[in-house]
Nanobody, 124 residues
Framework: QVQLVESGGGLVQAGGSLRVSCAASGGTFSSYGMGWFRQAPGKEREFVATISWSGGSIYYADSVKGRFTISRDNAKNTVYLQMNSLKPDDTAVYYC?????????????????WGQGTQVTVSA
């Protein structure tokens, strides 16, 4: 069983930056594809970014492309999401997810494990 714990969320002004992290335990992190998703109040959960087990395949949602960067450190069992030029529309709970398939995927149903989420709030 894989446990995922997100951290690094908080309150930031528009135009600012945050880095959220997701630490994994209980599994072979280096074999998992990882994803970040977010859910804003009253909205459905949406895909943000994904990275394959090796880091060689990365995809972003159009809404964050050029502003967010996903990365991973397999030695530390951690995946990161660097968020720059934040906008109020980025306000949401951010979740990381791990997929046993190992590849990058935009589809939430392809992820087997989920963290509890970390709140990111961007003020205007």
């Amino acid at each position: 069983q894989v446990q995922l714990v997100e951290s690094g969320g908080g309150l930031v002004q528009a135009g600012g930056s945050l880095r959220v992290s997701c630490a994994a335990s209980g599994g072979t992190f280096s074999s998992y594809g990882m994803g970040w998703f977010r859910q804003a109040p009253g909205k459905e959960r949406e895909f943000v970014a994904t990275i394959s087990w090796s880091g060689g395949s990365i995809y972003y949602a159009d809404s964050v492309k050029g502003r967010f960067t996903i990365s991973r450190d397999n030695a530390k069992n951690t995946v990161y999401l660097q968020m720059n030029s934040l906008k109020p529309d980025d306000t949401a709970v951010y979740y990381c997810a791990a997929g046993g398939h190992g590849y990058s995927s935009r589809a939430s149903e392809e992820y087997h494990y989920w963290g509890q989420g970390t709140q990111v709030t961007v003020s205007a």
